[in-house]
């Protein structure tokens, strides 16, 4: 443990950063270990954040004109085989059952590791004319996928996410789709989660099964390590080919759709815990955060001192996401357990504060305090919350930027994981083969091609292979 150790139930991330997550969501009481191994269960303050993300992530949905749907849990195997690539994209990770009760049935079900091949099979019945287009449809459930390494958030058999799929008539419109949606994720996580991005292109062999290419939103944790936080698919026409989607366009001629599909997970909680957490626990972005201010009453048993918190509270109740912590324990205790749950703001008030007719304001980013009168808290408190925001996104823009080296051959490459592991800006010749063999001497693997063209001051030549370059790439070990 090192020494200056704020909570003794959480190991410092200096010292474990592994185990200081593990001890952050058990201690922050986000979630629990399920009875089958790598399965978990979300706690009612784990629940309420992933709620709020949730929330904000299908209003932005709705708004670019998608509606919610629900498909079933299970997927016979004959469907799932009917697209090859895809298939064999998730077949190591399919839980299947082959019983009902005592009986075993005919074909193997999956348990649905995502939803493809099922709206596939609903478009082709339900997509006759070019006036059914385009479909943009949305679904919010849970998917299994056997996972052989299992981490809360991160890696968990069973995780909640949403999943978009639609059908459009040209590839153009599915291709504005698929950015278009990555664009959400991008607003998401950089203004309400306060987590950078780095948004490009996924490489041939990190794409999604079955698809023509991959869009992903890149984020850095604190340790160095990449995390994909989103990503949008391109399927082109070959999902509607091997499930025959076709419609009648407006001259009466026979059209394959277009598809897309895109993907956001309860894995954001777990870069949300690892980009702004320290080691007194979470750090939560008021925008997301289920409660953005804590009122702690100070000597609550004096007379007056309840009544003024309640008072308070109420007073605040429509300004901002407002609780109080009127339990009987210790203020010291309080005051802890207020930062390992990571609220933005606690609101100390006592006996000389309201002699005083004040508050005081403790930034849980910063651990600033600040005396304000109650005239003024209903002008301060949302000031300060937009502050708080800013700076947790301007503090790991700060990070990832610090992270983030520049390599034109594998030395420099090896060096920059060992001395500033994080992002590394590299050229690549647009082999597989090179990819492997980065992956094999080094862990890292390539995370995007980004859009903006950034080879300017970079080699001409592959970091590898040192052939010529066709594409600059972030690399990075990745979660």
Not at 218 to 243: I, N, P, V, Y
Not at 249 to 264: C, R
Not at 334 to 357: A, C, H, T, W
């Amino acid at each position: 443990m090192s020494k200056g150790k704020f909570v003794e139930k959480i190991t410092a991330m200096e010292d474990d950063f592994a185990q200081w997550y593990t001890d952050v969501v058990s201690e922050a009481e986000l979630v629990d270990y399920g009875p089958v191994r790598g399965t978990m269960i979300m706690r009612p303050y784990g629940f309420s954040i992933w709620e709020s993300v949730r929330d904000e992530l299908d209003r932005q949905i709705k708004e670019t004109g998608h509606v919610n749907v629900s498909f079933p849990l299970f997927i016979p195997e004959s469907l799932l085989q009917k697209e090859k690539d895809h298939v064999d994209g998730f077949a190591p990770e399919v839980a299947w059952v082959t019983h009902g009760g005592d009986t075993e049935l005919g074909e193997r079900i999956c348990v649905r590791p995502t939803s493809e091949v099922l709206f596939c099979e609903y478009y082709s019945k339900h997509i006759n004319s070019y006036r059914d287009l385009p479909k943009l449809y949305n679904q919010w459930s849970n998917v299994v996928r056997w996972e052989k390494t299992t981490r809360p958030f991160l890696r968990s058999l069973e995780f909640f996410w949403q999943e978009g799929h639609t059908a459009h008539a040209t590839s153009e419109e599915a291709k504005e789709e698929t950015s278009r949606m990555l664009d959400v994720y991008a607003d998401v996580l950089e203004n309400y989660l306060a987590i950078p991005v780095l948004k490009g292109t996924k490489t041939e062999s990190e794409k999604f099964a079955g698809a023509d290419y991959t869009l992903t939103v890149e984020t850095l944790m604190h340790d160095g390590q990449a995390l994909q936080s989103g990503t949008s698919h391109m399927f082109g026409d070959g999902f509607a080919k091997a499930f025959d989607i076709k419609y009648l366009d407006k001259e009466g001629k026979e059209q394959y759709v277009f598809q897309t599909s895109w993907g956001m997970t309860t894995r954001v909680i777990g870069a949300l815990i690892m980009v702004h957490g320290d080691n007194r626990g979470l750090v939560i972005p008021p925008k997301v955060a289920p409660t953005q201010a804590l009122i702690v009453p100070i000597a609550q048993h004096k007379e007056g001192v309840l009544d003024k918190a309640y008072d308070l509270r109420d007073k605040l109740n429509n300004l901002v996401r407002v609780d109080i912590d009127a339990s009987d324990h210790m203020p010291g205790w309080k005051f802890n357990q207020s930062e390992m749950k990571g609220y933005p703001v606690r609101i100390e008030l006592g006996p000389k504060d309201i002699e005083k007719e004040q508050v005081v304001l403790v930034r849980r980013d910063t651990g600033e305090k600040e005396f304000v009168p109650l005239e003024d808290l209903e002008s301060r408190l949302p000031a300060l919350l937009e502050d708080i925001q800013k700076n947790l996104f301007d503090k790991a823009f700060a990070h990832r930027a610090e992270k983030t080296s520049v390599a034109t051959n594998m030395d420099e490459f090896k060096t920059a994981l060992k001395e500033n592991p994080g992002f590394i800006k590299a050229m690549w010749c647009g082999k597989e083969s090179c990819e492997e063999q980065i992956q094999e001497e080094t862990g890292a693997t390539s995370r995007l091609i980004p859009f903006e063209n950034e080879q300017e001051h970079l080699s001409d030549t592959c970091v590898c292979c040192e052939a010529e370059a066709t594409d600059m790439v972030y690399w990075a070990r990745a979660y």
